[in-house]
């Protein structure tokens, strides 16, 4: 029945070569859309490549629900920062009240979500928070929270987006740096790969490739995306986050989502979702997307160029954001939000 769904992404699924699908002729497999050999482009470096204004929010706004982890209500805060602030999450549970930086040093836990700092001064599942932030080009925010996570809403960014569309957007008269690359990046582990090519379109654009193998209903599902503040709220920030049904019980003898039912999430049975209904036919796929976004915004700036995505998840988005990091060239690097 979810094959039947897969619309525009059908043809895919028909390809018994899955990279080929959603943009046959925009990449080749043997030389880089620069025309770079693979060993070069290996090694290939990141540039500032342009810039634009910085932003953060005109007023506060808030989000209040239950937590996946803790099962405990749960406030959330976005607040306005001054320039080169860049995203920091405060804990006002804790006293005295601590706050972590968005940023991939920080980052201390890839399992299933991202997890920034360490105990007990901890945040978990942040990546839904920082994609509706990156998405909408919010660069200087401070995230209040008064627990070691933020509301799961419904496992998509949606509560997040509106709650900051309503804080409305202030311009800043400070560059953000916009950097790019001279050939591919590539992270890997056995059965899965990311990648972020060069490319002449202006901004990011994000293919992911799920598979989750021929015995659940998940089956292979693809979607490419262009990032910019108006397609995120309309094509990916609705897109919720997913569990297989046999998955279930492993995170609920781990304690995990107590209080949340297969109505706060997608939870695929054999049938397809379960007490649920999708909102894309390839909503899986859109919201590994959104996941990517929220993890890529812990490099601090904006990058062009396309990511192409085969089963990946948060520990290769680190790892990738990481490498990226590795290859940006002083003085640039160092620079919060640059
Ligand atoms: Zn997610």
Not at 98 to 122: D, F, I, K, W, Y
Not at 249 to 272: C, I, M, S, Y
């Amino acid at each position: 029945m979810l094959f039947a769904r897969l619309g525009s992404c059908f043809n895919c699924l028909l390809l018994p070569r899955l990279f080929l699908c959603c943009f046959l002729g925009e990449l080749r497999t043997g030389d880089g859309p620069s025309g770079l050999p693979r060993t070069e482009a290996r090694e290939s470096n990141m540039r500032r490549y342009s810039e634009r204004n910085q932003q953060t929010l005109q007023r506060s706004a808030e989000v209040t629900g239950i937590g996946y982890l803790t099962g405990a209500q749960v406030r959330l805060r976005f607040l306005p920062a001054p320039p080169n602030t860049g995203v920091v999450f405060v804990r006002t549970d804790l006293r005295p009240i601590a706050t972590v930086h968005a940023s991939v040093e920080n980052v201390t836990g890839t399992a299933r979500r991202t997890t920034l700092g360490h105990p007990p001064v901890q945040i978990g599942l942040i990546e839904h928070v920082l994609a509706a932030l990156a998405g909408l080009h919010i660069d200087n925010c401070r995230v209040e929270l008064n627990a070691p996570e933020p509301p799961g809403m419904d496992g998509s960014a949606q509560a997040f987006v509106e709650a900051v569309q309503s804080a409305g957007t202030e311009v800043q008269s400070v560059p953000r740096g916009i950097w790019t690359l001279d050939g591919p990046v590539s992270v890997s582990q056995p059965g899965a790969t990311l990648t972020l090519h060069p490319s002449e379109r202006p901004g990011l654009t994000i293919s992911y490739f799920l598979d989750y193998g021929p015995n659940t209903s998940l089956g292979r599902q693809c979607h490419t995306q262009v990032i910019t503040p108006q397609t995120f709220p309309q094509d990916i920030a609705t897109s919720r986050t997913f569990i297989l049904e046999s998955e279930v019980a492993e995170l609920r003898k781990q304690g995990l989502g107590a209080r949340t039912t297969p109505a706060d999430l997608l939870v695929f049975g054999p049938q397809g979702p379960i007490k649920n209904y999708l909102r894309h036919a390839n909503e899986p796929a859109r919201h590994k997307i959104l996941d990517i976004v929220g993890d890529l915004a812990l490099l601090g700036v904006d990058l062009q160029g396309h990511v192409v995505a085969y089963r990946s998840g948060h520990p290769l988005n680190v790892e990738l954001v990481r490498t990226l990091r590795e290859r940006m060239v002083a003085p640039q690097c160092c620079a919060r939000a640059a």
